[in-house]
């Protein structure tokens, strides 16, 4: 049995919320909130903050953006708000949001309330006993990939989502928006990444199909069931969900793959798929055109681009740290961890692979 507050930890001194505003709120606005606030704060997260609220044996999870500044259209609470009050019927992995405040003199930001799915999550490694079950871990995998394909076969106005984003010119807008983004991130210690930008500009392939993308979708953004971990219980982080080309979302995935004979375990943000059991990304690849009937034909643009995009997105968490926005001491190596992300997505442009 797992502890109850074992995925949590004391809120960090940096980023407590100010409950003498919060706990009146919730109690007026929050069906159930009833009695005294506790307050616990999730760890595992890079970026938004994500907070256990408990009134009783009642719990919920709270979600607001990072601190300081963050990039035009990121850790939008808003529109993943309007995501979870409306998927769930049709996504049942989604959790369900119930309440959304935009007054910024209760917490500092926009931060909304969302239901509590119990599971847990495989980060940088897998945890004992499931790291020698690669029966289970095939599972894992084959359920990472047809969660995804399941999730772009969802009609986005079937679940209120059909004016979500704009689909068209959508891949050209990623590579620019996410170019700029890099630019303005920039940190003296991080090399330049030209030769990258410029092949991604020169080599943009042509949409195909339009889906419903979760646009953050990996490993530790699921939750999987404590007894089976083939069994996904939750699928988290939707604040980047759009329209859009489908393989984006899944180049993403495969771009996180780790496989034994390249160092996976090595490369920052790597998800432990080198671990015996898991699909290599060539057959990740296939399950996915199966069970989606996308043509991938395009797919090792759409990998080469998500090593650029985690690349920035790296950066813009190692920023933050620089600046003195958060003094989380896990960011304090990252420069490092994107230098090395920009360096594996060009080889990757030399070799032509996945």
């Not at 599971?119 to 490694?125: K, S, T």
């Not at 989380?328 to 420069?335: I, K, N, S, T």
């Amino acid at each position: 049995m797992i502890a109850r507050d074992a995925d949590t930890i004391d809120v960090r001194p940096e980023e407590r919320v100010d409950t003498a505003r919060l706990e009146p709120y919730l109690h007026e606005h929050l069906d159930g909130a009833q009695g005294a606030l506790e307050l616990r704060q999730f760890g595992g997260g890079h970026a938004n903050l994500t907070y256990l609220i408990r009134f009783g044996e009642r719990e919920w999870v709270l979600r607001r953006p990072p601190l300081g500044p963050v990039a035009p259209g990121a850790h939008d609470m808003r529109r993943e708000y309007r995501v979870l009050s409306t998927l769930h019927p049709g996504y049942p992995l989604a959790p369900q949001a119930y309440l959304l405040c935009t007054d910024h003199s209760v917490i500092g930001a926009d931060f909304f309330v969302m239901e509590r799915r119990h599971g847990v999550a495989f980060r940088r490694d897998i945890p004992a006993p499931w790291r020698d079950r690669p029966d289970v871990l095939r599972g894992v995998g084959e359920s990472l990939v047809d969660n995804l394909a399941t999730l772009h076969a969802v009609d986005p106005a079937s679940v209120g989502l059909g004016e979500l984003g704009k689909p068209d010119g959508y891949i050209e807008r990623q590579v620019y928006g996410w170019i700029e983004r890099w630019h303005n991130a920039l940190t003296p210690d991080v090399g330049a990444a030209e030769p990258f930008t410029g092949w991604l500009r020169q080599t943009i392939p042509a949409a195909r199909r339009t889906a419903l993308l979760h646009n953050d979708y990996k490993l530790d953004n699921t939750l999987l069931d404590a007894e089976n971990p083939a069994k996904t219980v939750a699928v988290l982080d939707w604040d980047m969900c759009t329209r859009g080309e489908a393989l984006m979302d899944f180049g993403e995935l495969l771009a996180l793959w780790g496989e034994k004979d390249d160092g996976g375990d090595q490369l920052h943000g790597r998800m432990p798929t080198w671990r015996a059991g898991f699909m290599t990304r060539r057959e990740a690849a296939e399950r996915y055109a199966n069970r989606s009937g996308e043509d991938v034909s395009d797919l090792h643009w759409y990998v080469v681009f998500n090593y650029f995009r985690f690349a920035v997105i790296l950066q813009q968490i190692y920023i933050r740290y620089v600046r003195g926005q958060t003094h989380d001491e896990r960011f304090r190596d990252m420069g490092e961890a994107v230098n090395a992300v920009v360096e594996r997505g060009l080889a990757l442009i030399d070799s032509g692979d996945i």
